[in-house]
């Protein structure tokens, strides 16, 4: 049979199998199976798996804002040594929070210029860099004010950069609220990490669905809490943390000034301090008290909170005066 009969004759068959119906069609070849990096928990694992059912592998990818609010893991999460949370996003989102997902608005905005003086402090190419700059301080007068949600929103914010890392530390040793938060465990934590010699930094930090944000817990309570962060260790720690990563930013969720002693502790070990003040709340003279307890030669950025919105309303969002303490302030008289 000459090359010319043999084409023709398999034409032949396959116009005949196309008029038969699919029924005698050779049965498709099977698509390799989507390979999906490891997650930690049962649940994780049926998200995927219905993901990948829903998205076959030839199908396009889905638009920005309908991303899974529970991507899988970062590439760099080792399941069988790294401890991994996944951050439920959406959660988040819904309460205020700012996420990769989030859409453009005011609260995202004015953490954009809330994180510019403080990059530029840490990282900028002008000569006069903050000594250790990268370790930023977030805190405020009283409790309530709303600095653990500024210190989260912050950590978000600076995880967006194309070439920074964030490490949220929980040091507010008496209230922690980062875990209850973020759905991270408590422990072990900083505290554990001051504790136990054996422990290594890398034995504490969480890494999370959100690729360039870890997260190291407050751990467990101690009563001696204040000497711990006021030990040589604790000095240590900090250095390292500054030191270990030159382009990682941390920021210390530390407790209310007047409150506790822990925080003037802390404020000595970090380059920069966030101060939040609640909007007509908190009265001027308070305001005073806590900021002649720190080291006023750091740059202290204030940050005005629940801030009264156009119509009357309160909103979660952040009004703000950024600048260095006694050229620039946000506290008016009593209340701020």
Do not use: C, W
Request: aromatic content about 4%.
């Amino acid at each position: 049979m000459s090359d010319k009969q043999t084409d023709l004759s398999l034409i032949e068959k396959a116009v005949r199998r196309l008029e038969a119906g699919p029924e005698t069609r050779d049965p498709p070849r099977a698509e390799p199976e989507a390979r999906t990096p490891a997650v930690t928990s049962a649940a994780s694992r049926k998200t995927t798996d219905d993901q990948r059912e829903a998205l076959p592998v030839s199908a396009p990818m889905p638009p920005f804002d309908t991303l899974p609010d529970i991507p899988p893991p970062p590439p760099d999460v080792d399941p069988a040594s790294d401890r991994y949370v996944e951050l439920n996003l959406g959660h988040l989102r819904e309460q205020g929070f700012i996420t990769a997902n989030s859409e453009r608005n005011q609260v995202s905005e004015e953490f954009r210029m809330i994180k510019r003086p403080l990059l530029a402090n840490a990282f900028g190419r002008g000569a006069e860099l903050v000594e250790q700059g990268n370790l930023i301080m977030v805190t405020s007068a009283k409790s309530g004010e709303g600095k653990t949600f500024t210190a989260i929103n912050l950590a978000m914010s600076i995880a967006m950069e194309m070439d920074k890392t964030v490490l949220l530390v929980d040091a507010d040793v008496g209230r922690a609220r980062v875990h209850q938060v973020l759905g991270t465990p408590q422990g072990p934590g900083l505290i554990d990490l001051l504790l136990d010699k054996d422990l290594d930094v890398g034995d504490v930090i969480i890494k999370t669905n959100v690729p360039k944000l870890r997260v190291i817990p407050m751990g467990r309570y101690h009563p001696h809490s204040n000497e711990l962060l006021a030990s040589e260790d604790m000095l240590r720690l900090t250095r390292e943390l500054a030191e270990r990563y030159p382009d990682r930013v941390v920021i210390f969720d530390s407790p209310p000034l007047l409150l506790t002693s822990e925080s003037v502790v802390v404020a000595g070990l970090v380059g920069q301090i966030v101060f939040v003040v609640e909007s007509s709340r908190t009265l001027q003279g308070t305001v005073k008290d806590a900021l002649a307890m720190l080291d006023t030669s750091k740059p202290i950025g204030l940050v005005l909170n629940k801030v009264r919105r156009s119509l009357g309303n309160y909103g979660y969002g952040y009004g703000y005066g950024y600048g260095y303490h006694g050229k620039a302030g946000t506290a008016k008289e009593t209340p701020a």
